[in-house]
């Protein structure tokens, strides 16, 4: 956008704090309890209903409630013996619903499933009208693409995805100033990129962002017309005043944005936003029984997630926002929650405050499961590790010093879900430390550290009895 806008702080506060409307999603999980007012007799809403945003740069009228598709349906091992595999049929399905029922956004990437979202998702995609849908795609920066790769790259997309030009596209997943310089200027992909545009084939530049303060700085000072950008926020980054990462000395490299300071910079700029871990990685999704208690006293009907939902939804300068839904019940729930849009109002907001005191603790990892770690060439599973972990955390499963009175079940409930979660050729103490991993995670998470801490621990706990 061309027009620079300025909020005072207090007003971006109150913006982003007592919120304007509403909007709501759920990573399923219904089976953990985590949608208490999930009435399966509820009538499908309509797609008229469906909470949409115009885009003041072109017009684009863009459903609130956007299709990530990192996370589809896959298929059960034993129907795929060769690896991981989307459950096609499953994914069209969704998609189908999806489009029924109002949404029109969907964002699919180079690396996602291992180029097959594209492939899925162009499938999909293309039994419909070209203008009845959005889709954005992106270069994939942690590949380091010189010109002719970008250039190959940007042809094997819009083939995956049988569609003729890319409504959105993206500069993949920024982290820092020198990569960008690399990628985009040195080499001349974004020059590539821009005549792409000038040709029809890319309809909105802009970028994903998961850097420091000096990246993104860099990004908002070039010259570059950035049509949109897609950011990461969430209620508990937020309201806790949280950087990218909840506790210290655990992340590597250049500290992260602090969300905070990251929204004022991006509503200063007057980007238009796209949201994504609006749910911190399905986390809060799952909130613990006390921190589910009082938001369900507040709202009995309402989703652990819907709350999260409509707070990001109360952002400024959101166009849409994004979430993996890998079944049915949890797009479900979230037309539920987006048709139509229920604003959040400072009597939300005060009861996620309250309801957030204590939850997502300092001793969280802040793992969203999103696998840019994996394959680990020593076979750890480290989402599954760090979501056991997390979930412990948030359970009050870990034991708290032998002479604790609680010590013994939190004992057995950490070990025995540590066990189950992960086989033993992929637990923590298989990891060497060849960090191999670290560059490779946005959230910029410490992993050798972490599955050191984690090893350690577990090796207590099973000589502490
Ligand atoms: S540091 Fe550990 S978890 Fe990371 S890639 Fe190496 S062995 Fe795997
Ligand atoms: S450790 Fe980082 S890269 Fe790996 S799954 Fe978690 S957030 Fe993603």
Same mark, same amino acid.
């Given at each position: 956008m061309d027009k620079k806008k300025t909020l005072s702080r207090r007003t971006l506060l109150k913006v982003a704090g007592a919120g304007a409307l509403g909007g709501a999603v759920a990573l399923g999980l219904d089976k953990l309890g985590v949608f208490p007012g999930q009435n399966p007799q509820r009538p499908e809403p309509a797609a008229e209903a469906m909470a949409r945003r115009r /885009? *003041? #740069? /072109?017009?684009d009228d863009i $459903?609130?409630? #956007?299709?990530? &598709?990192?996370r589809l349906p896959m298929l059960p091992r034993a129907i795929a013996p060769n690896g991981p595999e989307i459950d096609e049929a499953a994914a069209l399905r969704l998609i189908d619903h999806a489009m029924a029922h109002g949404v029109n956004y969907f964002d699919t990437a180079y690396p996602y499933h291992k180029g097959m979202s594209e492939v899925v998702v162009g499938k999909a995609l293309s039994r419909y009208p070209r203008n009845s849908f959005y889709l954005a795609d992106k270069m994939p920066t942690f590949l380091n693409p010189d010109l002719a790769a970008a250039k190959e790259i940007f042809a094997t997309q819009l083939e995956r995805c049988q569609v003729e030009y890319f409504d959105y596209y993206l500069l993949h997943n920024i982290q820092t100033a020198a990569a960008y310089r690399k990628v985009y200027e040195e080499n001349g992909v974004l020059d590539f990129l821009l005549r792409e545009k000038a040709a029809g084939r890319i309809r909105n530049l802009g970028w994903s962002f998961h850097g420091d303060k000096e990246a993104l700085e860099y990004l908002l000072s070039r010259d570059t017309r950035w049509d949109f950008a897609l950011v990461q926020f969430n209620y508990h980054d937020i309201l806790h005043g949280y950087a990218a990462r909840p506790g210290g000395g655990r992340s590597t490299g250049a500290e992260p944005a602090p969300s905070l300071w990251l929204m004022e910079k991006m509503v200063a700029s007057g980007i238009p936003m796209m949201l994504m871990e609006p749910l911190l990685g399905g986390r809060l999704a799952r909130l613990n029984k006390k921190t589910l208690a009082i938001l369900q006293a507040e709202r *009995? +009907? !309402? $989703? !652990?997630?819907s709350w999260a939902f409509r707070y990001a939804a109360s952002l400024p300068n959101v166009l849409t926002i994004l979430t993996g839904m890998t079944y049915m019940e949890h797009l479900q729930d979230n037309l539920h929650t987006f048709c139509p849009l229920e604003p959040f109002s400072e009597k939300d907001l005060a009861a996620l405050k309250k309801a957030l005191d204590g939850f997502l603790s300092q001793e969280n990892i802040r793992c969203t499961a999103c696998g840019y770690c994996m394959p680990c060439p020593y076979g750890v599973d480290i989402p599954a590790l760090f979501t056991h972990y997390n979930r412990c955390v948030d359970d009050e499963h870990i034991p708290r010093g032998a002479r604790n009175a609680e010590y013994d079940r939190a004992r057995r409930a950490f070990l025995v879900g540590y066990d189950r979660s992960v086989p033993e050729l992929r +637990? !923590?103490?298989? @990891?060497? #430390? @060849?960090?191999? &991993?670290i560059p490779l995670c946005p959230q910029k998470i410490d992993i050798v550290q972490e599955m050191a801490r984690i090893g350690k621990f577990v090796e207590t706990l099973k000589t502490q009895v």
């Amino acid at each position: 956008m061309d027009k620079k806008k300025t909020l005072s702080r207090r007003t971006l506060l109150k913006v982003a704090g007592a919120g304007a409307l509403g909007g709501a999603v759920a990573l399923g999980l219904d089976k953990l309890g985590v949608f208490p007012g999930q009435n399966p007799q509820r009538p499908e809403p309509a797609a008229e209903a469906m909470a949409r945003r115009r /885009n *003041p #740069g /072109n017009g684009d009228d863009i $459903s609130l409630l #956007g299709y990530g &598709c990192m996370r589809l349906p896959m298929l059960p091992r034993a129907i795929a013996p060769n690896g991981p595999e989307i459950d096609e049929a499953a994914a069209l399905r969704l998609i189908d619903h999806a489009m029924a029922h109002g949404v029109n956004y969907f964002d699919t990437a180079y690396p996602y499933h291992k180029g097959m979202s594209e492939v899925v998702v162009g499938k999909a995609l293309s039994r419909y009208p070209r203008n009845s849908f959005y889709l954005a795609d992106k270069m994939p920066t942690f590949l380091n693409p010189d010109l002719a790769a970008a250039k190959e790259i940007f042809a094997t997309q819009l083939e995956r995805c049988q569609v003729e030009y890319f409504d959105y596209y993206l500069l993949h997943n920024i982290q820092t100033a020198a990569a960008y310089r690399k990628v985009y200027e040195e080499n001349g992909v974004l020059d590539f990129l821009l005549r792409e545009k000038a040709a029809g084939r890319i309809r909105n530049l802009g970028w994903s962002f998961h850097g420091d303060k000096e990246a993104l700085e860099y990004l908002l000072s070039r010259d570059t017309r950035w049509d949109f950008a897609l950011v990461q926020f969430n209620y508990h980054d937020i309201l806790h005043g949280y950087a990218a990462r909840p506790g210290g000395g655990r992340s590597t490299g250049a500290e992260p944005a602090p969300s905070l300071w990251l929204m004022e910079k991006m509503v200063a700029s007057g980007i238009p936003m796209m949201l994504m871990e609006p749910l911190l990685g399905g986390r809060l999704a799952r909130l613990n029984k006390k921190t589910l208690a009082i938001l369900q006293a507040e709202r *009995p +009907q !309402a $989703s !652990a997630a819907s709350w999260a939902f409509r707070y990001a939804a109360s952002l400024p300068n959101v166009l849409t926002i994004l979430t993996g839904m890998t079944y049915m019940e949890h797009l479900q729930d979230n037309l539920h929650t987006f048709c139509p849009l229920e604003p959040f109002s400072e009597k939300d907001l005060a009861a996620l405050k309250k309801a957030l005191d204590g939850f997502l603790s300092q001793e969280n990892i802040r793992c969203t499961a999103c696998g840019y770690c994996m394959p680990c060439p020593y076979g750890v599973d480290i989402p599954a590790l760090f979501t056991h972990y997390n979930r412990c955390v948030d359970d009050e499963h870990i034991p708290r010093g032998a002479r604790n009175a609680e010590y013994d079940r939190a004992r057995r409930a950490f070990l025995v879900g540590y066990d189950r979660s992960v086989p033993e050729l992929r +637990q !923590a103490g298989r @990891c060497t #430390g @060849c960090a191999k &991993c670290i560059p490779l995670c946005p959230q910029k998470i410490d992993i050798v550290q972490e599955m050191a801490r984690i090893g350690k621990f577990v090796e207590t706990l099973k000589t502490q009895v």
